[in-house]
């Protein structure tokens, strides 16, 4: 099948592919909009099935990013970078250098930076073959502390503000007391966490990582339930953070959380879940709106900003997902749909 045939094909400019023997590399890069700026989006590295899984999320994990960016009021396009292979298994130094040769074959067109599977380290390496990778040269971070280049603390601080934003509109309430489900606890989830906790929410957990919810059940007393079920457990809040469509036909009617909010990206299996979930009375808050609060970082750092314009800039999400909320209750039309209704505005008519 063509790649152009696609079902998440979107009128993407570039879809590239690599392969070097030497290191094992095998990743795929999609530049879906430049017309706001060259496209950013992270380098994800997962052990995917298949190559046509690969390219099923990169291919939607890049339109997420003209989306975010262009919410996120950001002079930038959308893109996204897949490795595919698992990253505890068989990531070399090496393979990150060749991956760094990759994105700048591109020239300049897309810039990478961290995402699931990839670290500061891995981007140092790629850093090594190309000047086009970001997330690398942080100086600060929202709150103040030292930065080591890793956006998650920005992202995760981001769905926080943004939770609390749709806890007001759905609870009319804060957070303390209501117990929040949380699936995936990497970079992003654990600190989302730590944040959730520090507000009086109660955790349940759950990832594919027995050492990830140990971390989380003894730092905040979290319950840990099995992975399959986390997607249905009674809570108030639902927050993805792990991969991508997890509310699908087959679990929509089963969520029993009010209140859908987290940092993962492509969380509806289709644009046409957010009408269920709609007629269901659960709110969803937009994932690229909520989880912007990393590309946020990665642009501030590059220009001459400062910890208090960040978190600003963060804090915005929450404004952003209050309004959207508003106008899917008066419209009554599903979130998803009144945010990209936003964002192809600013990204189709610049």
Request: charged share 20%; glycine share 8%; hydrophobic share 40%.
């Amino acid at each position: 099948m063509s790649v152009f045939d696609h079902k998440e094909f979107d009128n993407h400019e570039r879809v590239s592919f690599w392969h070097d023997k030497a290191s094992g590399l095998q990743a795929i890069i999609a530049v879906h909009d430049t017309h706001l700026g060259p496209a950013l989006g992270g380098c994800r590295m997962w052990p995917y099935s298949s190559s046509a899984e690969a390219l099923t999320d990169v291919l939607r994990l890049s339109k997420g990013m003209t989306y975010k960016n262009a919410m996120a009021e950001l002079p930038l396009g959308g893109g996204k970078s897949v490795i595919i292979g698992d990253p505890r298994q068989i990531k070399t130094p090496a393979m990150m250098e060749s991956m760094g040769r990759f994105v700048d074959s591109l020239g300049g067109s897309y810039f990478t930076a961290e995402d699931s599977g990839i670290s500061v380290d891995d981007l140092h390496s790629m850093a090594k073959q190309s000047k086009y990778i970001a997330g690398i040269n942080a100086k600060y971070r929202y709150d103040g502390q030292p930065s080591d280049g890793n956006p998650a603390p920005s992202t995760a601080y981001g769905v926080f503000v943004g939770i609390q934003a749709a806890v007001r509109h759905a609870f009319s309430s804060d957070l303390n007391g209501l117990t929040v489900a949380i699936q995936g606890l990497g970079h992003v989830g654990y600190r989302l966490a730590e944040h959730l906790h520090k507000a009086g929410a109660k955790l349940v957990v759950a990832d594919i990582y027995r050492d990830n919810t140990a971390r989380v059940e003894q730092a905040f007393g979290a319950t840990v339930v099995p992975a399959e079920e986390i997607t249905t457990y009674p809570a108030d809040v639902l927050a993805p953070c792990a991969m991508g469509a997890t509310i699908s036909e087959e679990s929509v009617n089963m969520i029993q959380a009010k209140v859908i909010a987290g940092a993962a990206n492509n969380q509806l299996s289709t644009e046409l879940i957010g009408e269920q979930l709609l007629d269901r009375g659960v709110l969803y808050a937009p994932d690229y709106v909520i989880n912007a609060g990393g590309v946020i970082d990665i642009y501030h750092q590059r220009f001459d900003s400062n910890p208090d314009d960040l978190k600003a800039h963060i804090e915005r999400i929450g404004d952003n997902l209050s309004a959207i909320f508003t106008r899917s209750a008066n419209e009554k039309m599903a979130t998803n749909r009144v945010a990209n209704l936003i964002a192809e505005e600013r990204f189709k008519h610049n």
